[in-house]
């Protein structure tokens, strides 16, 4: 039973929980009449680590029918009821932890049985519930529900003409749950495109944000005082980031509308809409380097200190730790990314932290210049996925460039080129990015031995006309320094 589906779902519940799941295998409204406490009491023996040798079918067998020949279709059946407990377990437990939802269920109960004054009140405690949440995506959803359940008591208590305004509240915020379904998918594909190679060849979303008059829409809200309009503008502008980009004006905008409105978001929202323009900075950094690059350090600043950073909650995804050193190491706050490295790697999944945590080091002192403890820290990297490996290797060839340790970097190059080649989790584009630095790498590394300068404008031009090489700044910085020495 060591992979069991019973003994994985066990192994998430606190005391508290196993406690409360002892009472609710025990209470005969749950268990439809089979006798599982027994098994049970079994298990609770042996959790929170569940053992396997502690569990096969022969021992609980013995333990739960002493003297008895085994008989395999018995444990089978308990085990197999017991995980549907845990299943209906769960389900309660989610229903504890959402009250909304909760209270909806009761409402169609309420509805059926003609119980009109529960049906009112219940309504009342929503909507006070609703009060005080703050806006994400599930608010507007559920104040929409909220309307449609107004709407089905004004049936029931027959005054159609009283449902007018409920009508209306329904549909707008059916708009503002539309247009937030919308920025968040723009930007996830954004995300997925940019960093994924992933194509959406046909994009109904980007083709309603680019043919919708939102603008027009933001101006009617705002002059005839809708609660809501500060978020259309919201809305509005985090959709002109996507489709006009160079036009920074959108991020400073939504920028500003985020810090004013921050208190009326979930922290969930907050995340999100955090995600968004960092992400869009890192997409824009281009336009104005010094003034992004601040922006982005200052935007990981705020979010680390309101715990945005962090996701699940007290964890710190791995993305998200990279990109925060790495945006600080950008704008040479060297020091800061030293404290962050120390103070914030604990945060990672306990599995990688060690890891990652020498992997920034890597990073930290390529950025220090400090290129045999790139090295060093490297080696003690393992690896969690292909992105790392990426990392590591490109950081590698750097370093042995930055030591003039030229006959090593080119072999390196060429069996990074054989990964490359031979792995079959590297996509196509990943693939071509890598081997573009590497190629160029490679040439820039024959031009310093042979001090062949002459082919250095050359050289820049191409890699300046290439959008699809890691590293290129690097590799550009690299051809100034060497026409300086000529």
């Known amino acids: 039973m060591k992979d069991s589906k019973l003994i994985n779902t066990l192994k998430t519940f606190s005391k508290e929980e196993m406690k409360m799941f002892g009472k609710f295998v025990a209470s005969p409204f749950h268990n439809n009449g089979i006798k599982l406490t027994p098994l049970f009491n079994v298990l609770q023996k042996c959790y929170p680590d569940f053992e396997p040798g502690k569990l096969t079918h022969e021992i609980l067998y013995r333990k739960l029918y002493p003297g008895k020949t085994l008989n395999k279709q018995v444990v089978w059946n308990l085990t197999s009821a017991m995980e549907k407990m845990t299943k209906e377990f769960l389900k309660q437990l989610a229903l504890r932890k959402n009250r909304f939802d909760s209270m909806r269920l009761m409402l169609s109960e309420f509805g059926s049985r003609k119980l009109l004054q529960n049906y009112s009140n219940t309504l009342v405690d929503m909507e006070k519930l609703l009060d005080v949440c703050g806006i994400d995506f599930d608010y507007f959803e559920n104040k929409g529900h909220l309307e449609n359940s107004k709407q089905d008591y004004y049936h029931m208590i027959d005054k159609i003409q009283a449902m007018s305004g409920s009508k209306l509240k329904a549909s707008e915020y ?206 003690k990297v393992e690896f969690i996925d292909i992105q790392d490996k990426f990392f590591a290797r490109t950081l590698t060839a750097r370093s042995y460039y930055e030591l003039n340790e030229l006959e090593t970097l080119l072999n390196y190059i060429e069996s990074s080129n054989r990964f490359l080649v031979n792995n079959p989790s590297v996509s196509e584009y990943s693939r071509i990015y890598i081997r573009n630095f590497f190629k160029y790498t490679k040439k820039i590394v024959f031009i310093r031995i042979n001090k062949d300068t002459d082919k250095i404008p050359g050289l820049r031009k191409e890699i300046e006309k290439n959008n699809d090489i890691s590293n290129s700044k690097w590799l550009l910085k690299k051809l100034s320094e060497l026409e300086k020495e000529r």
């Open 174 to 379: 059916q708009i503002l749950l539309n247009l937030r379904m919308t920025v968040g998918g723009l930007n996830d594909m954004k995300v997925l495109t940019q960093y994924h190679n992933i194509r959406f060849d046909v994009n109904i979303p980007l083709e309603f944000a680019k043919r919708i008059d939102l603008k027009s829409i933001v101006d009617y809200a705002q002059n005839n005082n809708f609660d809501y309009a500060f978020l259309i503008d919201i809305y509005y502008h985090s959709l002109m980031m996507l489709l006009e980009p160079e036009q920074t004006c959108h991020l400073d905008r939504v920028r500003e509308l985020y810090l004013k409105h921050y208190k009326r978001f979930t922290i969930s929202e907050k995340r999100n809409m955090m995600h968004w323009m960092v992400n869009h900075c890192l997409y824009i950094v281009d336009y104005d380097e010094v003034k992004y690059r601040r922006m982005i350090f200052e935007l990981n600043k705020f979010r680390l200190k309101e715990g945005l950073a962090f996701y699940p909650e007290g964890q710190l995804p791995k993305v998200i730790y990279i990109q925060i050193l790495n945006a600080a190491l950008a704008v040479k706050e060297t020091k800061w990314a030293e404290n962050f490295i120390k103070n914030y790697s604990s945060y990672l999944q306990p599995d990688i932290h060690d890891s990652m945590r020498c992997m920034a080091y890597a990073f930290l002192y390529f950025h220090t210049k400090e290129y045999r403890k790139v090295l060093e820290n490297l080696n």
